[in-house]
């Protein structure tokens, strides 16, 4: 496994490598529901590089871009471990230079739950993952279900710019009691790691009422704010069932259809989702 710090350098390592090659972004502190991606790569392409970069510019001023959690050395063993070929970690230094000035920017589907919710956020993911896919020219990349809206948003952008590459949603990957993995959830104290299973609870309730025949999209976000809001430790930022195309908020739902949340355990902020 070879670690990358520099643009020139991985351009360099890009070109020997064997075809096709299978690429997953990630912002490091890995677990589970990352390696799931990587071995997903591993197993299609004989090819596999994953990058690590806590990409400042999808933070917003209130973000926790400072505290997000770093272990490279850990994320490093633990690649290893999946027979990753390529490691490219570049520093913030050299993905922006002070002279950057360019953005990639995807319309509608960016401006809905996660984009209203944390302004600019889109525009800093596709922004990076352009210059990613530029620099690592991937055949396919990796994406999580967890993140619905990035995977749509990133589909979107690739469609739209004419990028010359597959992206592939992987499934989401829980813990035993339904939460999804997520490298925020070390924020968690024990307490608020108990109140969070509320997140795939609601998610399940709303799965539940739907396959009885409740097919009234305000009844079911009304039921799931309820069950939300009878967790002293939960905040709702927002309760979405959309069309998982558009985003567009749905009156009745019928398949398929995204439903998503946003919840604030304390201070730390989960979002989860399933699709009917
Ligand atoms: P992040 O490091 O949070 O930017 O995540 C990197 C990639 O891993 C994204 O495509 C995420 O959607 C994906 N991912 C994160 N958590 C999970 C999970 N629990 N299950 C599946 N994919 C995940």
């Known amino acids: 496994m ?77 690649l290893e471990k999946e027979k990753t070929d390529i490691v490219f970690m570049p520093s913030a230094a050299k993905m922006y230079p002070p002279q950057f000035n360019s953005w990639v920017e ?15 956020h889109f525009r800093g993911v596709t922004t990076v993952i352009a210059k990613l896919f530029n620099i690592v020219q991937p055949t396919r990349a990796y994406f999580g279900q967890k993140d619905a809206q990035q995977a749509i948003v990133i589909k979107k952008m690739v469609a739209d710019l004419n990028m010359n590459l597959e992206i592939v949603t992987v499934p989401t990957v829980r813990e035993p009691d339904g939460l999804a993995m ?16 509320v997140l795939y609870q609601t998610l399940s309730l ?20 309820a069950l939300i809001q009878k967790q002293p430790l939960a905040d709702i930022d927002y309760v979405s069932i959309a069309d998982p195309e558009t985003l567009d908020e749905l009156d009745t739902v019928n398949s398929p259809a995204l439903v998503a949340l946003a919840v604030k355990i304390g201070k730390t902020r989960l979002i989860d989702n399933i699709v009917l």
């Open 182 to 197: 997520s490298s925020r959830n070390t924020y968690l104290n024990p307490q608020q790691r108990q109140a969070a299973t």
């Open 2 to 78: 070879k670690v990358i710090e520099t643009v020139d350098e991985m351009r360099r390592l890009r070109r020997e490598l064997a075809e096709p090659v299978g690429f997953v972004p990630t912002m490091g502190y890995l677990h589970e529901g990352h390696l799931t991606l990587v071995r997903r790569a591993r197993t299609e392409n004989p090819s596999v590089v994953v990058s690590i970069f806590v990409n400042p510019t999808q933070f917003g001023p209130q973000d926790d871009f400072d505290k997000y959690p770093r272990n490279p050395q850990r994320d490093l063993a633990l």
């Open 206 to 225: 709303a799965q539940k009422l739907w396959l009885q025949g409740e097919k009234d999209a305000d009844k079911l976000r009304q039921e799931m704010i």
């Open 106 to 120: 995807v319309g509608k589907v960016t401006e809905r739950l996660e984009g209203a919710s944390r302004p600019g």
